[in-house]
């Protein structure tokens, strides 16, 4: 079946904040003056154990300033099916604590209709969103009220983790992350971390495992039957590892369980130098079951 535009939305809202979950996460800094940083990271997605796509991740940081690129194809995602693809973008500062979200875009293209979104983040509040189409009021959506706009961050910023000089510590996991799109807002909650050592692939040594819950706060509908599988989900995991540099902590594998099956993602390539106006690029295709 083809979802409709809200579906759509409300559905790539899902992948976006619950799945990264298959997005990735763009990285929070945690030191008042880093080196430039410019790398990528190669993820291949996987469905039911089956190779589903790859994803590259373009990482650009200097001068107290990050800017993130996401270019996305998707087939089937949280129980809505539908072919689209779509572009994201996020930018700002960082500082000693985290990433303050300065803009944050994104261009999509569901059941051959584009949904575009914009807005403006001052100091953790997001301001200037721009919604087009927007979103059919419904007398089931949760409106977003302002409060639910402050202390935010966008979807590309949200998993990642700011690192400082201490060893890596289990604690870590112990965090809400306030997520607002532009059109709904929801919280990520890590806990229940656990120090592993990563002995192959792309990245081995100590490394982070999380579990994540979202939960959703508004701009969505309660009822849909995603909002409620994701908000149901406690079977959803994120492994994080240190970047080259090591100011921050980026997702090495993501694992989610679905009604059909497991979805993963996982590193192959892990801090590959980035090509001067390097982007990310990811391609997902996952199977259009029933």
Known sequence: MVASSNDARETRSIALIGAVLLTLAAPLAASAAPEPQRFSITYRLSFLDLPVGEAILAVDQ???????DLKAGLRGLAG?????????????ERSRTGALTGTFRSESLYGRKPVQVSMVLSGGRAHDESVEPAPTPTPDRIPVAPQDKVGVVDPLTMLAIPLGPAP???ALCERRIPVFNGVARADIVLSRGVLVTV??????????????RWVPVSGHRPNGSSVRRMAENDDIR???APVPGGAMLLPLTISLATGWGQAGIAA???????????RGAVKVHL???R
């Open 62 to 68: 200097a001068g107290g300033r990050y800017a993130y």
């Open 80 to 92: 809505v099916f539908f072919e689209g693809s779509g572009t994201a973008s996020a930018s700002g």
């Open 168 to 170: 890596l510590d289990a």
């Open 199 to 212: 002995q192959e692939g792309p990245y081995r040594g100590p490394a982070l495992d999380c579990r994540v």
């Open 238 to 240: 994120v492994r994080l």
């Open 268 to 278: 192959t390539q892990w801090g590959a130098p980035l090509e001067a106006g390097g």
């Open 287 to 289: 199977p259009n079951a």
